[in-house]
């Protein structure tokens, strides 16, 4: 008897172990798959980028964006997880931060520890998300070295300094007044909008894109199905993007990031409700589809922030009517003389000040964990005004720090020529797609090889 | 190079090159971010002559 009750006790521990084995490695598997799906945003980036550019800049806009993630991640794990750690208590080191220095043990491959790494994958790629937000505003004129060290410092730097105070459990946003935040719509959006109108005003607007008196030209998307495809892979990056904002706790219940009870399916309804409001908006105001698809993207940024709390026809309604106002508010931009090319101080800006500050309208009064103060109005405007100066400031300072050592914007004869032409090696369509061509290519039945003739 | 620092599965933890090695961990790392600060400075002087080169062109 006593050895059966022996043994018994022995299957139930190794249930045990297996059992907390197989839920760490299914946390694992849902950040790795969450990091994965965001790599779509970057495609959607990359494609709606160069939709947005004149063919004559088509694949300097590809580099530009391709290199930000690749300067981002490696410098994200440099300092950036580092500072997440480090600063939620403000400008003070928290204990415990220097596991996030790049020289800790948990910053490499470790058995005991499974979460570093996926957490600091996922973490990494909210940080080239944020950086891309900048990247499709400045396309067309802005040097591509001054662009990576911005890039960098949004990146790396300024977003993450936001999600430690206002996206982290013991951020002092939080902790102080209640700031709810959920699926980041002030620590990404709204800093990266805030951060690229600052840019924006030193970077100037593209030549041609305003008149002797002001009025604006249109400097037409060289493919807008390109742009619109671009932003429905967006979209469905921002189901990993989403996903990768809630915290799988093996064994119990899903919490957003403030440790607050909360399930994926409030995730799934109010995404979706915010997408498809987003979308019916932009279609009222502007029959457009490059606008109905921005449209629903800042659907779901406007409603991020309560993602977890919403009743889904809220969401909705929020979604609709921010999808009407952005376009009016790209407009009062461009009517102001900053030259946007792509609307992301419209679509991340407003949107994720609207995100956030709709919360404190419709959200006010959902209570807290650990003793944080619950959810008002005047916290979340709190939250608005730190993100908005932090992103604003630094993105107006070293860009005017740039502009005055010339290093900010490439001269006025390149980009009257076009930076393909000028910077990069290949052409975007060698077919001389919208400009007359030279020559052009025939088939010769030899498939190894064409033969080039005078166009006719 | 023998950069393990286990020589057993056994009870290993973190097991990355050079885990327990200060001088290849940190050359790893110096070198990595040295590298990215030469990258934005040799791109900013091949820009520029690359625009200078453009800008002479008659």
Redesign the interface.
């Known amino acids: 008897m006593d050895q059966q009750i022996i043994d018994l006790g022995q299957k139930v521990a190794a249930l045990e172990a297996a059992s907390t084995m197989a839920n760490t490695i299914n946390m694992e598997i849902f950040y790795w798959w969450c990091t994965a799906l965001m790599i779509t945003i970057h495609a959607g980036f990359l494609a709606y980028e160069m939709g947005a550019s004149r063919a004559k800049n088509v694949l300097a806009s590809a580099i530009k964006n391709l290199l930000a993630f690749a ?1 981002v991640c ?2 994200f794990f ?1 300092f950036g997880w580092w500072i997440y750690n480090a600063f939620p208590g403000g400008l003070t080191i928290a204990d415990g931060a220097s596991a996030a220095l ?2 800790s ?2 910053m ?6 499974n979460a570093t790494g996926v957490f600091w994958a996922a973490f990494a790629l909210f940080a080239a998300t944020t950086a891309s937000i900048l990247s499709g505003a400045v396309i067309e004129r802005i ?3 001054a662009f ?2 911005l890039a960098v410092i949004l990146g790396s730097v300024i977003w993450i300094l936001a999600a430690a105070w206002g996206w982290h459990p013991s951020g002092w946003l939080t902790t102080k007044f209640g700031f709810h935040d959920a699926a980041a719509a002030g620590c990404v959006h709204l800093i990266a909008g805030a951060f690229t109108l600052g840019v924006l005003l030193n970077l100037g607007p593209r030549l041609g894109k305003y008149n002797a008196d002001g009025t604006p030209n249109a400097l037409k998307a060289h493919s807008v199905p390109l742009t619109v495809v671009g932003l429905m892979l967006i979209i469905v990056g921002f189901f990993g993007f989403l996903g990768g904002c809630i915290i799988y706790n093996p064994g119990g219940q899903w919490t957003n990031i403030f440790g607050q009870p909360a399930t994926l399916s409030s995730f799934a309804f109010n995404t979706l409700m915010g997408f498809a409001g987003g979308i019916i908006g932009g279609w009222v105001k502007t029959r457009d589809p490059f606008w109905m698809m921005s449209c629903g993207l800042v659907g779901i940024i406007s409603v991020a922030s309560g993602l977890d709390v919403w009743y889904p026809p809220l969401a909705f309604l929020i979604g609709t009517f921010t999808g009407i106002v952005v376009p009016m508010i790209a407009n009062f931009i461009e009517k102001k003389g900053i030259d946007d090319a792509v609307g992301a101080v419209a679509v991340h800006g407003c949107g994720g000040a609207i995100g956030v500050l709709v919360v404190g309208v419709f959200a006010a009064g959902y209570p807290n964990v650990n003793g944080a103060p619950p959810v008002t109005f005047f916290g979340q405007l709190v939250g608005f005004v730190v993100m908005s100066l932090l992103g604003f400031v630094p993105g107006y300072a070293i860009s005017a720090v740039m502009k005055a050592m010339g ?1 900010l914007r ?2 006025r ?2 980009e009257i ?1 076009g930076l393909d ?3 990069v090696p290949i052409e975007a369509y060698p077919e001389n797609i919208g400009r007359p061509a030279a020559e052009t290519l025939v088939p010769t039945g030899d498939f190894g090889s064409a033969t080039a003739v005078p166009a006719e | 190079m023998n950069s393990s620092p286990i020589t057993s599965w056994d009870g290993a933890t973190a097991y990355f090159t050079f885990a327990d090695s200060g001088l290849g961990l940190w050359l790893s790392l110096i070198g990595s971010v040295a590298l990215l600060v030469a990258i934005i400075w040799y791109g900013t002087r091949h820009e520029s002559r690359d625009f200078a080169k453009f800008l002479k062109k008659p």
């Open positions: 300067f490696p410098t440099f790049p020289w043990m948990s490499g491959p470790n058995l005991s520890d040097r591509l070295t990576l060290v290093t490439v001269p004869d390149v020529m032409l000028v910077e």
